[in-house]
């Protein structure tokens, strides 16, 4: 069935064009008075991606808002179409919105480079700070939502089990990845014998690999090291 048919207004040209994407008519129809009562022009307003990939292609706005999960299966279509729009018209700049922090797709966004923003919807409420932002991806920025950066940096501690090492425990385990023995190490890093086996009680301890008859920890470490780069 085909949905609300797309809205498109007349251009004012000495203010930034905006479209506007959300399946939520409330959300849509709020965000759009807002952006006009704050000087933007809002030339086009759509519920679904399909819709929103042909007003940009007819429109070419400076902005593009649009709700990561739209129909119709409310997974990525959002997100979808801004890939899209950013590969057919990269200077158009896209500001993705998103009830929940959703990390792999934030990242995707956001690797595709200037002119971009991901900011979870709430953010709309700072009416001020909203503003500011679409004003800053406009002229080129990329904006991220603090509590992305949160989550962002939260995922990347948990993924780097290395992060607890000494950068001398770092290097120590370099070298048991070449194979090398506590003897090999000490010699290639002027300690001795007693100061690297002190390493790898260390490396072992802060990777949380216990002892158990049937694994070789060093073995373990090492696979720990091999995996993280």
């Not at 939502?145 to 940096?153: C, K, M």
Request: charged fraction near 25%; aromatic fraction near 2%; glycine fraction near 6%.
């Amino acid at each position: 069935m085909a949905g609300p048919t797309p809205i498109i207004h007349a251009v004012a040209e000495d203010r930034a064009r905006v479209v506007v994407a959300d399946d939520d008519v409330l959300l849509r129809e709020g965000l759009a008075s807002l952006l006009t009562t704050s000087g933007f022009d809002v030339v086009g307003r759509c519920a679904e991606p399909d819709q929103l990939l042909a007003l940009v292609r007819q429109l070419r706005p400076d902005l593009v808002i649009v709700d990561i999960r739209m129909p119709p299966t409310y997974t990525t279509e959002g997100l979808d179409a801004a890939r899209i729009i950013r590969h057919e018209l990269p200077e158009i700049a896209i500001l993705v919105l998103s009830a929940h922090v959703e990390l792999e797709q934030a990242t995707e966004l956001l690797a595709s480079g200037q002119r971009s923003g991901y900011l979870l919807k709430d953010r709309v409420s700072d009416v001020d700070d909203f503003v500011e932002t679409l004003d800053r991806i406009i002229r080129g920025a990329a904006v991220v939502d603090p509590a992305l950066v949160q989550e962002l940096l939260a995922a990347r501690r948990v993924e780097d089990p290395l992060q607890d090492l000494s950068a001398r425990e770092r290097e120590v385990l370099a070298l048991m990845a070449e194979g090398r023995s506590n003897a090999g190490i000490g010699h290639q890093l002027w300690v001795t014998e007693g100061t690297v086996e002190k390493h790898v009680r260390s490396i072992l301890m802060k990777l949380q690999i216990m002892e158990t008859a049937e694994d070789h920890r060093r073995v373990l470490a090492v696979l720990t090291f091999l995996d993280s780069h």
